[in-house]
Nanobody, 125 residues
Framework: QVQLVQSGGGLVQAGGSLRLSCRAF???????MGWFRQAPGYQREFVAA???????LVDDSLKGRFKVSRDNAKNMIYLQMNNLKPEDTATYFC????????????????????WGQGTQVTVAS
């Protein structure tokens, strides 16, 4: 079992930056972690992921603005979001998966067994 506890988020003006953090507890050795987001009325969508071996994947639409990193020693994953836009407004979820079957696998919500509580990010125009 893995528990995920998120922190960060909040209200920011367009063009600003935020960093989300997520800490994993429990059976964390070898887990692959990621971030999804969900805006009201929309499906949950992939943002970024990092495998246990530190292979990073960021959605093409977010590259250059979002960066994912992790600290395995602390069981933490981070999402640095720069030059935020109003369309980035959403609830952001930290996730963890116990296996890695390729990049397409990491993009699917069904690949992840564990989810954080979600944190709201609001970008004001």
């Amino acid at each position: 079992q893995v528990q995920l506890v998120q922190s960060g988020g909040g209200l920011v003006q367009a063009g600003g930056s935020l960093r989300l953090s997520c800490r994993a507890f429990g059976q964390t050795i070898g887990i692959h972690m990621g971030w999804f987001r969900q805006a009201p009325g929309y499906q949950r969508e992939f943002v970024a992921a990092l495998t246990w071996g530190a292979s990073a994947l960021v959605d093409d639409s977010l590259k250059g603005r979002f960066k994912v990193s992790r600290d395995n020693a602390k069981n933490m994953i981070y999402l640095q979001m720069n030059n935020l836009k109003p369309e980035d407004t959403a609830t952001y979820f930290c996730t963890a998966a116990s296996q890695y079957l390729g990049t397409d696998y990491l993009r699917r919500t069904s690949s992840y067994r564990y989810w954080g509580q979600g944190t709201q990010v609001t970008v004001a125009s």
